[in-house]
C-alpha cells in the first residue's frame, strides 16, 4: 500500500533522471523507496504496455516493437539446474540488423539488460554501443532482458520462494542458452555460439555479467565488454558516497561534510532534534535514521550524471546550488569567505537553535523537493518511515522493487553506509549503518517454504568469479573516473593496477560517471571528446579481436 503510496508523491521528482539511472544504488530503504518509484516512471515513459495473460505465460501482441526494433520472445527454463522441472517462460529481446552483411556471418554483440526493463536500452541499440559496434563490423546488435525484469517475467508474484530462481547462476544459463540457439527472424545463417562470435556487453551490474559470462562460458562468448562492471561484490560500500564526496565540487562537499557533522552532533544530543528536523519539514519522522536516509536523496543524483543530452540530468549540481545560496539574496559578500561556524553565517531559529545557512538551505531543499510531495493529511511517517513491516510485504507483479533488492539481499550486498571510521569525513549520517541498511531485507522478505534469504548475502557467489582481479583474453574492463560505483570495479584503488592492451583492454574515461560509453550519437564526430575517443578505441579493439577469430573444427562442435 505505502509503496503505491510514495509512489504518487515523488515520481515527479524522479520522472526526469529515470530513463538514465541504474537500479543498482542501494540507498537504504528510502532509496529503495526511490528506485521503485525511478522504475514506475520508466515504465510510464515507455508507454502503454501491450501485455496479455495467456496459458501458463505471457505473450505480447506479435507486431509490437520498440524504437522500430520487433520485439521477439525466446523460451527459457525457469530452473536450468533442476532435470525434474519443465517450467519455461520467455524472454525478451530485440534485434538490430541494419548493418548485417551475411557475407561475413556475424559478429553478434549482445547487451544484457541487467536490472531494469529491456525497453530502457533499447537508445543503446538505435544509437548507443550495440549500434556502433555493428556498424563498424557488419554484425548483429542484440538487448537481451535479464529473468523478472520488464517483461520477462518467470512467476506470478514476487514472494521470497517465487523469486529464488532470480539468482547470478540462472540468468547467465539463460545468456548461454540463448547464444547457442538463437534463430534471428528474417536472418538466413545460423548466428549461434560458438559457430560465429559473440560479444557480450554490459553496464553496472550487467557489466558485471559480462566479465563472468566470458569466465562461466568462454567457448560461447568469444569476446566480452564491462563498462562499470562491479565485479567486486561488497556488504558494505560506504566507498560509493566517498567518490562523490572526493568528485563534487569542493564547496559542496565542503557545505555537506560541515551540515552531516552538525546534524549528527545534534541528533545525537536529542534536544534540539525537533527543531532541526523541522527545517527539513520532517519534525514528526520519528525516527532519526530514517530522517538520515531521507537527506541523503540527493547524492543518489550524482550517479544520474549523464552526457547524453537526451539523458542529462542536472539534479544533483541544482542540489548543490540551492545549499551555497546567500540567505538574503543575491549581491552580498560570499559567506564562504567565512570560516564554518563564524556568526556572520549563523541563522538563529526559533527555540534558540543557531546553525549555518548552508543547513538551512538543505532544508528548504529537502522540504519543498521532497517532503511537500507527501499528500496533505498524510504522516511523514507514512510517506518516508522504514520500521512498518507491513508497508513491504507485498507481492504483486508490479512491485519491481521486490527485484533488484532481492539480489542485493541474497548475492550483492552494496549497502551504502557512512564510512565505518566515525573521524573520516563524511556527506551521510552516522546514522546510515549496515543495520538499517539492511533491515529491508529481513522486513521485504519472510522465509518461504523452499528459500530463505540469508542474514547478509553471500558476496563470496560473486566475488569467486574473480573479483577485482578478473581477467581473460578478450575481456574488456571499461570504467568512469569519478564513477560512484568505481570502488566496486577492477579500476578501484583496492585492485592492482593492469597494462591496457588489445588483449585485456584496462580503460578508463576522465570524468566519466556510470557506463558513459554505453550511449552513443549515431554520428561519433557530434560526441564529447572523451566518449568519442572511448568509442573509436573499442571499435578497434573489437575490430582486432574479430580478425582472430577462427570457427570451431566440426569435429569439435559435434
Ligand atoms: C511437466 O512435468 C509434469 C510433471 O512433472 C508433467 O505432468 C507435465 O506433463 C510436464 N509438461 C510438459 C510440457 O512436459
Ligand atoms: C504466489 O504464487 C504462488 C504460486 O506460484 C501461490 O502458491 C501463492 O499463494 C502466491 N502468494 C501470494 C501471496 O500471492
Ligand atoms: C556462499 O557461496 C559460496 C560460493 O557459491 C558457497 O561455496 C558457500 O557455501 C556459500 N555460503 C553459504 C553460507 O551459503
Redesign the pocket.
Known amino acids: 500500500m505505502r509503496w503505491q503510496l510514495g509512489l504518487c508523491v515523488l515520481t515527479g521528482l524522479l520522472a526526469e533522471a529515470a530513463q538514465s539511472l541504474d537500479h543498482l544504488r542501494v540507498l537504504g530503504a528510502q532509496g529503495v523507496n526511490l528506485w521503485k518509484l525511478e522504475e514506475a516512471a520508466a515504465a510510464a515513459a515507455a508507454g502503454p504496455k501491450l501485455l496479455v495473460q495467456g496459458g501458463s505465460g505471457f505473450h505480447l501482441d506479435a507486431e509490437e516493437s520498440v524504437a522500430g526494433f520487433k520485439t521477439q520472445w525466446f523460451r527459457q527454463p525457469v530452473d536450468h539446474f533442476d532435470k525434474n522441472s519443465n517450467a519455461t517462460f520467455l524472454q525478451r529481446y530485440w534485434v538490430n540488423k541494419r548493418h548485417y552483411n551475411p557475407d561475413k556471418g556475424g559478429p553478434v554483440f549482445v547487451l544484457d539488460g541487467g536490472e531494469t526493463s529491456g525497453v530502457n536500452r533499447i537508445s543503446f541499440l538505435d544509437t548507443g554501443i550495440m549500434e556502433i559496434l555493428a556498424r563498424h563490423t557488419g554484425g548483429v546488435g542484440v538487448v537481451l532482458e535479464h529473468r523478472y525484469y520488464g517483461e520477462s517475467i518467470v512467476v506470478s508474484n514476487l514472494t521470497t520462494d517465487n523469486l529464488r530462481w532470480l539468482n547470478n547462476a540462472q540468468s547467465a544459463a539463460d545468456s548461454a542458452n540463448f547464444m547457442a540457439n538463437v534463430q534471428f527472424n528474417g536472418i538466413e545463417e545460423d548466428l549461434t555460439a560458438p559457430n560465429t562470435p559473440w560479444i557480450y556487453y554490459g553496464g553496472s551490474y550487467a557489466g558485471a555479467r559480462a566479465a563472468h559470462m566470458r569466465i562461466l562460458y568462454p567457448d560461447l562468448v568469444y569476446g566480452a565488454i564491462a563498462s562499470s562492471g562491479v565485479t567486486h561484490a561488497a556488504i558494505i560500500n560506504w566507498e560509493y558516497m566517498e567518490v562523490i564526496r572526493k568528485a563534487a565540487d569542493p564547496v559542496c562537499s565542503a557545505h555537506l561534510e560541515n551540515s552531516i557533522k552538525t546534524i549528527d552532533a545534534i541528533l545525537s544530543n536529542g534536544r534540539l532534534a525537533r527543531p532541526l528536523k523541522a527545517l527539513f519539514g520532517l519534525q514528526d519522522l520519528r525516527h532519526n535514521d530514517d530522517f538520515a536516509s531521507v537527506i541523503e536523496s540527493p547524492l543518489g543524483s550524482w550517479q544520474a550524471k549523464c552526457w547524453h543530452p537526451d539523458f542529462a540530468s542536472t539534479h544533483f549540481d541544482d542540489f548543490c546550488a540551492a545549499l551555497d545560496k546567500p540567505p538574503f539574496g543575491s549581491g552580498m559578500v560570499s559567506l564562504n569567505e567565512f570560516p564554518y561556524g563564524a556568526p556572520e553565517r549563523m541563522i538563529t531559529l526559533p527555540g534558540g537553535l543557531a546553525v549555518d545557512f548552508t543547513i538551512v538551505n538543505y532544508g528548504k531543499y529537502i522540504k519543498a523537493n521532497i517532503v511537500e510531495r507527501c499528500p496533505e493529511g498524510v504522516s511523514t511517517d507514512m510517506c518516508f518511515g522504514t520500521w512498518d513491516e507491513e508497508q513491504y510485504q507485498v507481492y504483486d507483479l508490479d512491485q519491481e522493487w521486490r527485484l533488484w533488492l532481492f539480489q542485493v539481499c541474497t548475492e550483492w550486498g552494496y549497502f551504502a553506509t557512512a564510512p565505518p571510521d566515525p573521524d573520516h569525513p563524511r556527506i551521510v549520517s552516522k546514522l546510515l549503518t549496515l543495520g538499517y541498511e539492511s533491515k529491508i531485507c529481513r522486513m521485504a522478505y519472510p522465509p518461504g517454504k523452499h528459500f530463505t534469504v ?1 542474514t547478509l548475502p ?1 558476496v ?2 560473486v566475488n ?1 568469479l574473480g573479483d577485482f582481479d578478473i581477467a581473460a583474453d578478450r575481456l574488456a574492463i571499461i570504467d568512469g573516473e569519478v564513477d560512484p560505483w568505481r570502488p566496486d570495479t577492477p579500476h578501484s584503488d583496492y585492485a592492482y593496477d593492469r597494462e591496457d592492451t588489445i588483449v585485456r583492454p584496462f580503460k578508463v574515461i576522465p570524468g566519466g560517471v556510470h557506463h558513459y560509453d554505453e550511449w552513443g550519437l549515431l554520428d561519433l564526430a557530434d560526441e564529447p571528446q572523451e566518449i568519442r575517443k572511448i568509442h573509436l578505441e573499442m571499435i578497434h579493439f573489437v575490430q582486432e579481436w574479430l580478425k582472430d577469430w577462427k570457427a570451431p573444427e566440426k569435429a569439435a562442435k559435434a
Do not use: G, H, I, S
Request: charged share 20%.
Open positions: 540469508p553471500n563470496t557467489v569467486e
